[in-house]
């Protein structure tokens, strides 16, 4: 009939160690980031690997969420936004992990004017995503406080449009040395680090309805 | 053997109860998938007998006062014209209730057998009729507050919820099962208990009465309702009434169980009494109409609009509808039964009354509500056959009484098979809808895996679409910025070289004049073998390979320049700036504008920059 309490808290936790997963992913993405920026290669080379753990661990959690969902017919009016929304969230540290593994492949070069602006995006990029995972969390306790968790996820995630956008000014307006190839790939870059913040602004945006949803 | 043919009516009437009304306690668990139904119908089944045998005695004992179908064959008579009302009336898409039935039913024995209806008791049913699914209404309304309210302030994990609920509804269903059992069991074999009497079984700690074991009985056919018929409508009406959450599922099982068990408890009766207060009505009440009531309730509470007000009139139609044409049917049935088959439908023992009145033979007259015992009603037939039946009879001989014996037998037989071929048509039928409604279901639910995975790919799809959509933007801006910049430069390396002309104009000095045109030179070659323009086209060719193949495809005869002007087009650049990157005058352009327009056939009216744009 039912799942035994017992199984109901070991997917409890399944789902929070999921989210503490991806949330740690993106934390790794950001000391990566800021490790490829200063040069601190062998740190670098450290966070690739635990992003890459970090990621096949979601990626394991997620099936099982998602195997416990469907073999025991839970929540079976939610379950598909449900299963969504994991995948969202999945999708976050999935983004994180390429990012980080571009940096690696295609070794950009950043001028030092733009040491600080690259390391902003990447913050504020991570504050997103880290805004939204307690939104997450509180979704599957108490619904109806997802909405007023969300505002600091839209905030964050305008901020580093604004970050990404002054950082390609710059690149084209101003830095006349640099060879337009260069500008070019620095500007993906940019993009590459913005999308954090604008799967977090999804995942928000998916959330605040799935809250709408079960209040009615 | 004789007794269970007898009772075969009752039967029928509780297996339709259980197929029905089991879905008003479950319907919305199996079919949201929260419950299954093998859980379902266990649970269901335990506590429907317990709550016919334990608490079966309430309503049935009002039943018994409206009128108490005094013979064997009058009980089956009354309760086959109950099913009957039910079968035609649910196949008529008729609102009807196994309640409402059963009372038309002794009405229309009442009326047959000349017996008084008491008008009282007529009344406090109906005002239960009534007040059942108002108080149900009530019940949900206060419950759904007490819900949402706890649901607000707990911040319990949604996955504990959702077992909580499970738990919930098997516990409120299985109330719910226990109070149908209570309530309901009077419909089903409540005309019986006046007509048989079965020797009491003690079980040392406990002890079951007649009417406790035709209770029984009668709650096994509920059971058997149960499991043989309700998955289906649990599957399909128990969740198209109205689709609830699983929190309203449980308000709505819980008002309707609550109101069959205020309506069918004598102990809850008995102790409002003893506070002064009006004794509460047992009277067995329709499930269905308390569960609509609840909902309606509900409804109201969230607003009333998405109520269906038009549910109200039909329930009252119910009221007025069904008992009618179950007394009708009753009526004429034992009449039939009476007359044909000669059987004793309670019409001898008013004769017999009314005689002993006459004689005055004893202060006490038997009345209907003696209880006759199955085992003497043949030979009491066999005695009012010969004392009271008309004087005609009276006087035939006892040949002829064993051919009316015969006759009687042939008829049951026949009645018998009658019923038999009737069960296996509604059986056979009944499957076959079941089988066809299977296999549209097993369909429905292969496509809408298959939408399902369909939506899965297409959403994927529309996210591949929409990154694709940025990286070519941002591709196309990346090209207009690289067109920009050799625009500029183009620009500017043009207006130098002008500039060298016009200073050239003015020296005389030779030295200078060669330095001067050594520079001009080198602008010119600069202009015409750019770097930046030779990976420009690169970048171009390679973003635009798969335009620039199609293009081709479809007009072959376009040359190379022609299909480089194609592609800065689609950039949407003017002439002049395609000039500056080509370095050619715009003039230029202009004419090998003019001849792609002509080789790619382009509508004159139709601009050939959106023709490019659109080609693809």
Redesign the interface.
């Known amino acids: ?3 035994l ?1 017992k199984n ?1 808290k070991q ?2 936790f399944d ?1 929070d160690n999921f989210i503490d997963t991806v949330e740690q992913g993106v934390l790794v993405f950001k000391e990566g980031v800021i490790n490829y920026i200063n040069g601190e290669k062998a740190s670098f080379a450290d966070k690739i690997e635990r992003i890459d753990r970090l990621e096949a661990t979601a990626d394991k959690l997620q099936r099982k969420i998602d195997d416990e969902f469907y073999s025991h ?6 379950v ?1 936004d ?1 299963e969504g929304m994991i995948d969202k969230i999945d999708e976050i540290i999935d983004i994180a992990k390429d990012n980080l593994y571009q940096f690696d492949d295609e070794l950009p070069f950043i001028p030092k004017e733009l040491v600080n602006d690259y390391i902003r995006l990447a913050d504020t990029s991570v504050e997103a995503a880290l805004s939204v995972f307690p939104a997450a969390r509180t ?6 406080k997802v909405k007023e968790m969300l505002a600091k996820v839209y905030f964050y995630e305008k901020e580093a449009d604004k970050i990404s956008r002054n950082i390609k000014r710059k690149l ?1 307006h101003d830095m006349k040395d640099l060879h ?2 260069q500008k ?1 790939h620095l ?1 993906y870059f940019a ?1 590459h680090i913005e999308t954090i913040s604008d799967r977090a602004e999804s995942l928000a945006d998916m959330l605040s309805i799935l809250a709408l949803k079960m209040s009615i | 053997m004789i007794i269970l043919f007898y009772l075969s009516s009752g039967l029928f009437l509780g297996w339709s109860l259980g197929a029905n009304d089991a879905a008003n306690v479950f319907g919305t668990a199996v079919g ?5 139904f093998k ?1 379902a119908a266990i649970v269901a089944s335990i506590f429907v007998i317990l709550g016919a045998v334990i608490q079966g005695a309430g309503a049935n004992h009002t039943l018994g006062k409206l009128g108490n179908v005094s013979t064997i064959a009058a009980a089956f008579t009354v309760a086959l014209a109950a099913a009957l009302t039910v079968y035609w009336m649910t196949r008529m898409s008729l609102p009807v209730s196994t309640s409402q039935a059963i009372v038309g039913a002794i009405i229309g024995w009442n009326f047959y057998t000349s017996n008084p209806t008491d008008l009282g008791i007529l009344t406090k049913i109906v005002t239960t009729w009534v007040s059942g699914p108002i108080l149900g209404g009530v019940f949900a309304i206060l419950l759904f507050m007490l819900v949402k309210k706890l649901t ?1 302030k707990s ?6 919820r ?2 909580f609920i ?2 919930g509804l ?1 516990a409120v269903g299985a109330f719910g099962a226990y109070s149908l059992g209570a309530n309901n069991i009077a419909n089903v074999m409540g005309v019986f208990t006046g007509a048989v009497d079965l020797p009491v079984i003690d079980l040392g700690i406990v002890q079951f009465s007649s009417t406790q074991q035709l209770f029984f009985i009668g709650g096994i056919a509920i059971a058997i309702g149960i499991t043989t018929y309700s998955k289906h409508i649990m599957e399909t009406v128990g969740n198209s009434l109205m689709p609830l ?2 929190e309203a599922a449980i308000v709505v099982v819980l008002s309707q169980a609550l109101v069959l068990f205020i309506f069918s408890s004598q102990g809850l009766s008995n102790a409002i009494q003893s506070i002064g207060l009006p004794a509460i009505p047992l009277v067995p009440v329709s499930s269905s109409q308390v569960v609509i009531g609840s909902i309606i309730g509900i409804g109201l509470y969230k607003g009333g609009k998405e109520i269906k007000y038009n549910i109200l009139g039909s329930i009252s139609l119910g009221w007025v509808a069904t008992p009618i044409v179950a007394g009708i049917i009753a009526f004429f049935m034992l009449f039939f039964v009476n007359n044909v088959f000669q059987k004793d439908v309670g019409v001898d023992r008013k004769i017999e009354r009314r005689i002993e009145i006459v004689n005055g033979s004893g202060t006490k007259a038997v009345g209907a509500n003696d209880t006759l015992v199955l085992s003497n009603s043949i030979e009491k037939k066999s005695d009012t056959s010969t004392d009271y039946t008309p004087v005609g009879k009276e006087q035939s001989s006892k040949h002829e009484v064993g051919s009316t014996a015969i006759y009687l037998w042939i008829g049951l037989s026949i009645l018998f098979i009658a019923i038999l071929v009737l069960l296996y048509y509604l059986w056979t039928k009944g499957k076959k809808v079941w089988l066809v409604k299977h296999e549209i279901k097993s369909l429905e639910e292969k496509y809408l895996l298959k939408i ?1 995975s369909l939506e899965k790919s297409l959403k994927d799809k529309i996210h591949r679409q929409d990154d694709l959509g940025k990286e070519l933007k ?1 591709r196309q801006g ?1 090209m207009v ?2 067109a920009m ?1 050799i625009i500029h430069k183009n620009e500017f390396l043009n207006s130098l070289k002008n500039e060298i002309v016009k200073i050239k104009a003015n020296i005389r000095d030779q030295e200078i004049r060669l330095g001067l045109n050594k520079l001009s030179l080198m602008i010119t070659q600069d202009l015409s073998i750019d770097r ?1 323009r030779e ?1 420009f086209q690169m970048h171009i060719n390679e973003q635009n390979s798969n335009f620039i193949h199609q293009l081709t495809e479809t007009f072959p005869s376009m040359t190379d320049n022609e299909k480089r002007l194609a592609s800065l087009l689609r950039l949407n650049l003017s002439s002049k700036e395609i000039a500056s990157i080509l370095n050619i005058s715009p003039k230029s352009v202009e004419m090998n504008r003019y001849r792609l327009r002509k080789k790619l056939k382009v509508d004159p009216k139709v601009s050939l920059s959106d023709f490019i744009r659109n080609f693809l």
């Open positions: 009939m039912s799942l309490f109901v997917l409890v789902i017919s839970l929540l079976p009016q939610n598909s449900i979704f599957f306790r108490e619904p109806l084209f337009l190839s070019i500007r993009l | 949201s998938r929260m419950i299954r859980t607000k911040s319990i994990h949604l996955l504990y959702d077992s499970r738990y098997l959450t699983p399902e941002f990346e910025t690289m910049s930046d990976k």
